[in-house]
């Protein structure tokens, strides 16, 4: 009899789910493995057929993202002094000179604003409102609960003209307090529900023992509560994160100068004789930095609280 474990899956099977796991890995990261080669190409490199591979690296994506280029004739461009940068010598190669500096960053430190402040406060209302879910008493809670969590299945399209004529009226439009309004109305019903979730794991019995301490509701919440949902809070930040981070069709119709993200900026990044891919990608490259960081700073949170309340003894 050959032995066999029902804990231990066989070598074979091991080997298999080893194959499947890598191969989904490279699909997946294959496209983000190119928008980050294309940020070092040439935009001849970059539109060229068969695609390039092998290519020697440029920063000009880089460069034409931070900076705005204008052509001057060949006169001109030689009675200048010669470049005192490197950047400034790659635009010169052009046949431009440096007009300026881009709007990029702008859009980025708005995407920095909106996206967090967001996050802070759906993480910090959807707290106090799941905390409330779980442990008192609230009259048709789970109509309310369902109401709360029937506005995330609202595509955005549904009500982005009465939003419009809303924020318009209010004067929120291309402002960031009306963006982080927005998106922390959208974020909060999956905040609530994430972090019921997690609260109601917690056993009440660690907040009646601080109670008879001495306590009072707001101290045992914050000392006894929120230390034990950390997993839970780290969790759910990031998925607000993501969506404020990312989210294009609010920030498209609601923002236009003062309060625009990078989202709708970089597709409009536009290149001598058309769409610079090279900077498009160098500015997609540089936009996925923050959430990456910010997750791979919470990943232990993150792997916890997906597992969270899985197994029970």
């Not at 020697?56 to 460069?63: A, D, F, N, Q, T």
């Not at 920095?112 to 809670?141: M, N, Q």
């Not at 923002?255 to 709708?264: I, L, V």
Request: hydrophobic residues 50%; proline residues 7%.
């Amino acid at each position: 009899m050959s032995s066999y474990s029902i804990t231990e899956p066989p070598a074979r099977h091991k080997w298999i789910a080893g194959v499947l796991v890598v191969t989904y890995a490279i699909i997946t990261l294959l496209p983000l493995v190119w928008i980050v080669a294309t940020g070092f190409k040439t935009p001849a490199d970059a539109i060229s057929y068969p695609p390039k591979v092998l290519f020697e690296p440029s920063l000009e994506g880089y460069v034409n993202l931070f900076t705005t280029r204008t052509r001057i004739g060949d006169e001109a461009l030689a009675a200048l002094p010669p470049p005192e940068t490197w950047y400034e010598e790659i635009v010169r190669d052009r046949g431009m000179v440096i007009a300026g500096p881009s709007r990029y960053g702008e859009r980025f430190l708005n995407s920095v604003i909106i996206g967090f402040g967001s996050t802070f406060l759906s993480v910090f209302l959807g707290t106090l409102a799941a905390y409330a879910f779980s442990r008192f008493r609230v009259p048709l809670a789970d109509d309310l609960l369902f109401f709360i969590l029937s506005t995330r299945m609202m595509p955005p399209i549904a009500v982005a003209i009465p939003i419009f004529l809303m924020f318009r009226q209010l004067g929120l439009s291309d402002t960031h307090l009306g963006m982080i309004l927005l998106y922390t109305a959208v974020n909060i019903s999956l905040a609530v529900w994430l972090l019921k979730g997690f609260i109601d794991e917690i056993p009440r019995e660690y907040e009646e023992a601080a109670l008879i301490d001495g306590y009072t509701r707001f101290q045992a919440f914050y000392k006894v509560v929120l230390p034990q949902a950390a997993t839970g809070i780290a969790s759910t930040a990031i998925f607000c994160l993501i969506f404020a981070w990312n989210e294009y069709a609010f920030a498209v119709l609601l923002t236009s100068g003062t309060a625009q993200t990078a989202p709708p900026f970089i597709p409009t990044i536009i290149g001598v004789g058309g769409q610079d891919w090279p900077a498009v990608a160098a500015g997609a490259t540089l936009f996925l930095l923050p959430v990456m960081i910010f997750t791979i700073f919470l990943r232990k949170h993150l792997l916890r609280g997906i597992t969270f309340g899985a197994v029970r003894k």
